[in-house]
């Protein structure tokens, strides 16, 4: 029988020994590592939360990204002053608590001017509660996938030559920031602590601007004088916002992306997915939503179920299931992927 050299052996075995270290350092040092990341920053977020002095006037504009956040900064900004654009970046007007105000040891109580306006992309659980005023944007979740894949493209690195079929499946996994969607919409419809919430579609300010402003407005507090309306319009309108693109887009706040390929103020339509998204993943993302968008039991919010998630239509509220709760839940607490800024 031919002798295996004792340099050959020698060789097998490190190279098993290499590759059992890496499967232990894939599938238990890295998530290990990620759930302790998870753990310190969820411990950093509480600390700042329960530092947060609320105070009735305070304006909270949430959303998952790619909503139409920029465009509800828009509205407030318009809302709550002479509207003149005499800031070099919204995030001036209304700072991102997670990206500008906590990195900074900044709190919202150091902010001046009244209201303090807050621009957040927080889960329900992870925002400062208090008993200001929480405009919530939600939007169709495929035209907030096509959007997202978008950015994805400029701002995150190695996504800018790889398809939306690839984003979409990340995305209906929640592996980017901020993780799902889905229990992003499903913990702010249900918002179980009692906020006072007004939920803002963007399908709803798409389709009539003035009601929309109205009734932000309204929630706010704040009288419309007849005369700023028609510029409050304007100024909110996508070609405007368009031409001042550098005010939103996110180099307005850093240095740009080297290739920069979609304009940050991109498209604002509604249901642009169809041109995009093949029948198969839409079917994906339905089914999600069966399962996990059954509605807050509360009536005072529209809610978004189903089918409507991706119709734009309102329905009836249904409690949501405690599967739907489970999964929510789940989808918290899988450690965030670090990609990039989310906007
Ligand atoms: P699209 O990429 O589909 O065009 P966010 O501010 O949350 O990042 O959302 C960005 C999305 O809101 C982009 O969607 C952008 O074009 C859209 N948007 C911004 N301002 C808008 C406006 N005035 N009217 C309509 N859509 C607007």
Redesign the pocket.
Known sequence: MARIPRRKIHGALVGSTVSLLQSIERAVLRPLVMRLHGKIERGKLLQYNLAYEGSPGDIFVV?Y???????LQ?IVYQLTSDGAMDFAHIDHVSPHLEETLMPRGRHISDLSGTPRVVKSHHHYRDIPKGPGKYIYGVRNGL?VA??YY??ARTYFPGWKNRPLNEFFETFMKGHIPYGSWFAHVSGWLRNEDRLNVLIVHYEEL?ADLETGVRRIADFCGITIDPADLPRILER???AF?REHEQKFALEGRRPPPPAKTTP??????VG?WQQDLDPRLVGEFQKACDERLRGSGDDRFRVLSARDAWQGGPTAPVPASSSARELDAAADDAPRVPLGSA?
Do not use: N
Not at 264 to 269: A, E, L, S, Y
């Open positions: 959303t990204p790619k909503s139409g956040t920029t465009w828009m035209d096509v959007s978008h950015h798409s909110c309108s996508f916002m940050f103020i991109r498209q604002g339509k642009g906007g």
